[in-house]
């Protein structure tokens, strides 16, 4: 699977739009983002993923660069309850037979 | 509709026991997959279930540990010795069939193991 780059931290004020950066310069053609999150003392929760076209649903939306080495979660309007470590994994496959490989994520702390 | 959990949600123990994390996963789940957090490390997958068999378990440690998931429902993870690098948080996932559209893993909310 594809190494993937996040910056470690980011803050965010709360109702502004949460712009989540993450770089896979040597993601392949049949591999996936994926995003999930991971709330204090919860365990991690699947926010979205996709391939070459920018995705949307309740959560975020997904930004897919043209060229696929990079893309961006975007949290429109943030919450208080938005605060928590988000991952940028890259994987072969849609289908879910296959582990996920975490990284260290970016720490997203929304600030009143 | 229930989500994954986890028994116990903490464990204390002592260097030399066994310790038993079990794990129910959604209903009717096919897959079920443990994962694991050390002490300041990244989250790392420790292996994966298809029903009751092991799919790919590249992930377990060493042989101090052992899962099984009989009858493919909960599944169990024992650890026997337990070694103090063993103290961690404990994650399992379950998802659905492996088959068409992207079935996400629902994670568990974890059990953490402190071995003194």
């Known amino acids: 699977d594809a190494k993937t780059t996040q910056p470690p931290s980011m803050d965010c004020a709360e109702g502004r739009a949460a712009n989540l950066p993450c770089n896979h310069s040597t993601i392949s053609g049949n591999e996936y983002v994926y995003w999930y999150r991971q709330i204090h003392s919860q365990g991690p929760q699947y926010i979205i993923h996709?391939?070459?076209n920018n995705e949307t649903n309740e959560m975020a939306s997904l930004i897919i660069t043209e060229d696929r080495k990079s893309s961006t979660l975007i949290l429109p309007h943030a919450t208080l309850r938005d605060t928590a470590v988000y991952y940028c994994?890259?994987?072969?496959?849609?289908?879910?037979?296959?582990?996920?490989?975490f990284g260290g994520g970016t720490r997203l702390m929304v600030k009143p | 509709e229930a989500g994954v959990t986890q028994f116990p949600s903490h464990s204390v123990i002592e260097k030399g026991q066994t310790v038993t994390l079990r794990c129910d996963p959604i209903?009717?789940?096919?897959?079920l997959y443990w994962y694991r957090r050390v002490m300041g490390k990244e989250i790392k997958f420790l292996l994966h279930f298809v029903k009751e068999s092991k799919q790919d378990e590249s992930g377990m440690p060493n042989n101090r540990f052992l899962a099984e998931r009989t009858g493919g429902t909960y599944s169990t993870l024992k650890v026997q010795p337990a070694e103090l690098e063993d103290s961690g948080v404990y994650f399992c996932a379950s998802s659905q069939r492996a088959s068409g559209a992207y079935n996400e893993q629902f994670f568990g909310p974890g059990t953490r193991l402190t071995v003194l």
């Open positions: 996709g391939l070459k």
């Open positions: 994994i890259v994987r072969v496959g849609s289908n879910a037979g296959n582990m996920l490989t």
């Open positions: 209903s009717g789940h096919d897959n």
